[in-house]
């Protein structure tokens, strides 16, 4: 089944424990990005992806790092969590970033969602 | 940088109705636009997209459209079900040297009463 998957879905942790969220993707997407959901203020991309090797900031992107070293995977890493990166966080891919003749090469597909608590 | 805003920011309605969901954006250089449905606990799910040079999408029951000069979408459901209950997100691709950055409006939360 295509699909993004995340790990963990629950995660309650203190401040300063460093912790890496995965996601990976079976769809052979070139594009990949992260978000955070909070109340009141939706959805804000952290980082995205567009290939192995190339990534870069979103809106929101202090106290976060990633990496692309292969295509299927894209964790986020919190080097010393604080309490205001308790969020819901989700990781979605696309087949490109930039559609080549078919739209619906950009659709994004989003994984399940990471519940992240840091006390 | 870019903001996007949603209107209502709920909506109540009886089932069978025909409503639109509005979505603005502030910078209209945008490579497209993207419309979602989120489910309570759950993640995102794709509903139309609409690429800048294109004037509307349609799937199923579901017509989205834009115009990209003033700045404007709307996701129009025919015949409402509550099935279709859910939280309707827009989100807006980054064109020009903003490429890779996308934007979502904060959403609006549509309930359809049998």
């Known amino acids: 089944e295509a699909q993004v998957t995340q790990n963990p879905r629950y995660l309650i942790t203190v401040t300063g424990k460093k912790l890496t969220v995965t996601c990976s993707q079976n769809m052979n997407h070139e594009y990949m990005s992260w978000y955070r959901q909070d109340p009141g203020l939706g959805l804000r991309q952290i980082y995205y992806s567009m290939n192995v090797e190339v990534t870069d900031k979103g809106d929101v992107p202090e106290g976060y790092k990633v990496s692309r070293k292969e295509k299927r995977n894209f964790p986020l890493i919190l080097e010393s969590p604080s309490p205001n990166q308790t969020s819901l966080y989700f990781c979605a891919s696309s087949l490109r970033w930039r559609g080549q003749g078919s739209s619906g090469a950009n659709v994004l597909t989003f994984g399940a969602g990471s519940r992240l608590t840091v006390l | 940088k870019q903001e996007v805003t949603q209107i209502p920011a709920a909506l109540s309605v009886p089932e069978g109705e025909n409503l639109v969901l509005n979505c603005s954006f502030t910078?209209?250089?945008?490579?497209?636009l993207q419309w979602f449905r989120q489910d309570p606990g759950k993640g995102l799910t794709s509903l139309l997209l609409i690429q800048s040079s294109q004037r509307e999408q349609t799937s199923g029951r579901l017509n989205a459209s834009l115009d990209k000069s003033s700045g404007r979408s709307t996701l129009y459901i025919a015949a409402s079900q509550p099935g279709d209950s859910a939280t309707y997100l827009c989100?807006?691709?980054?064109?020009?040297?903003?490429?890779?950055?996308?934007?979502f409006g904060q959403g609006t939360i549509l309930t359809v009463h049998p």
């Open positions: 910078d209209s250089a945008i490579y497209n």
């Open positions: 989100a807006v691709f980054a064109g020009g040297t903003s490429y890779g950055k996308l934007t």
